[in-house]
């Protein structure tokens, strides 16, 4: 039987002062100049770049240094908390107070894992004491907490309202019923979407893009996952962007180059650059 072959993903039309509020360049196979080569002639002028690990952490912040386009986030992630020992919170500390480190993320919770391989991934207690951990740290620099929530919504709910309050909440990759994106506006956290953003099925992800108020919605790849409509599939970098913020565009009923002033907007305050 013969595969359809997958569209060679482009670039939709440049939109002026685009942003990609997470992406992971380290993971694209690309180097962090070709990357940003190409996403700045899709209007994509600044991109936050996030490590999994404590290496792809450090990758993220040599990514920072190196293109004045680029910014750090830095921590470990929830399927990986029990890699969380002291010398990695002691190195986690110092990245943090790097000027080019503007988050401290993605941190949260995952219980995907739990339920469909334990083995990939940290207990739930871990998790959260990991996240408990982060949180802290975002409040000590004042540095924005970048959440990962995948099929976590209650937990991280839960352990984030009685938590002290980090300067700024990101919800990156927002992917959770409507409700909680109005419990989450109500709160002042920030949705943060991706691609999936543009699939069919996401009515539910489109009306939380709409509701959310003004400077509590920002835009993301998440590459190399998550690639837009109409590239489902093959492998997303920043330059692909332009395709998640015609659709959150339309959602919000906003010309695409209003979206990207305010998403740009939102971008300066929550990461403060
Ligand atoms: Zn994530
Ligand atoms: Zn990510």
Redesign the pocket.
């Known amino acids: 039987m013969s595969k359809k072959p997958r569209p060679i993903p482009v670039p939709a039309e440049p939109i002026a002062g685009l942003v990609d509020a ?1 992406t ?1 360049l380290a993971s694209t196979g690309r180097s962090v100049s070709d990357l940003v080569e190409r996403a700045l002639a899709a209007g994509v002028e600044r991109i936050c770049t ?1 490590g ?1 690990g404590l290496a792809e952490a450090e990758e993220a912040l040599a990514a920072a240094h190196e293109s004045d386009r680029v910014f750090a986030a830095c921590a470990i992630h929830p399927t990986r908390a029990h890699e969380l020992d002291d010398t990695t919170r002691a190195r986690l500390t110092e990245m943090a107070a790097d000027p080019r480190c503007v988050a401290v993320g ?1 941190t949260g919770v995952d219980t995907y894992w739990l339920t469909h391989d334990p083995d990939r991934t940290a207990p739930l207690e871990v998790q959260e004491e990991a996240l408990r951990w982060h949180v802290q740290l975002a409040v000590d620099t004042g540095k924005a907490l970048m959440i ?1 929530n995948r099929e976590g919504d209650e937990d991280l709910m839960r352990i984030l309202a009685d938590s002290p309050r980090p300067r700024e909440v990101m919800l ?2 927002f992917s959770s019923p409507v409700e909680v994106a109005r419990e989450a506006v109500e709160r002042g956290y920030v949705l943060s979407f991706a691609g999936n953003v543009t699939f069919k099925r996401n009515d539910h992800l489109r009306e939380a893009a709409a509701l959310a108020p003004t400077g509590q919605l920002l835009i993301e790849t ?1 590459a190399p996952y998550m690639t837009p409509e109409p590239f489902r599939g093959a492998r997303n970098e920043p330059a692909l962007i332009g395709h998640t913020a015609l659709e959150v565009a339309r959602a919000r009923q906003m010309e695409p180059e209003e979206l990207a002033a305010e998403v740009g907007k939102t971008f300066s305050r929550v990461f403060a650059v």
């Open positions: 997470h992971h996030v999994d993605e990962h990156h990759c998440d």
